[in-house]
């Protein structure tokens, strides 16, 4: 399974963003997908969540301002990113685990910059 992220860039605080990730490879194995993040000097965090029945997890300190979404028949991952922060500002990973493993175990982007300025 390859994952490939686009959609990142540079946004004024308060601004939008959308992120995709493609997807491509035995994608019949995947189960959920999601997004994480890691600024510099800090651990990588789960920022939403999606089963493959559809249900999504947000991160608390992004509720309410991103949207994860999943087009199966196109193979992709979104997430739509509202009002957004400085401290949004990270790395963006595109992840899909296994039915019934660990994230860490599973198929990772390389990642796409997001740069939200004050």
């Known amino acids: 399974v390859q994952l490939v992220e686009s959609g990142g860039g540079l946004v004024q605080a308060g601004g939008s963003l959308r992120l995709s990730c493609a997807a491509s490879?035995?994608?019949?194995?995947?189960?959920?997908m999601g997004w994480f993040r890691q600024a510099p000097g800090k651990e990588r965090g789960m920022v939403a969540t999606?089963?493959?029945?559809?249900?999504?997890y947000y991160a608390d300190s992004v509720k309410g301002r991103f949207t994860i979404s999943r087009d199966n028949d196109k193979n992709r991952l979104y997430l739509q990113m509202n009002s957004l922060k400085p401290e949004d500002t990270a790395m963006y990973y595109c992840?899909?685990?296994?039915?019934?493993?660990?994230?860490?175990?599973?198929?990772w982007g390389q990642g796409t910059q997001v740069t939200v300025s004050s």
């Open positions: 490879g035995s994608l019949f194995s995947i189960g959920a």
């Open positions: 999606s089963s493959s029945g559809g249900r999504t």
């Open positions: 992840a899909a685990r296994l039915p019934n493993r660990d994230y860490a175990e599973g198929y």
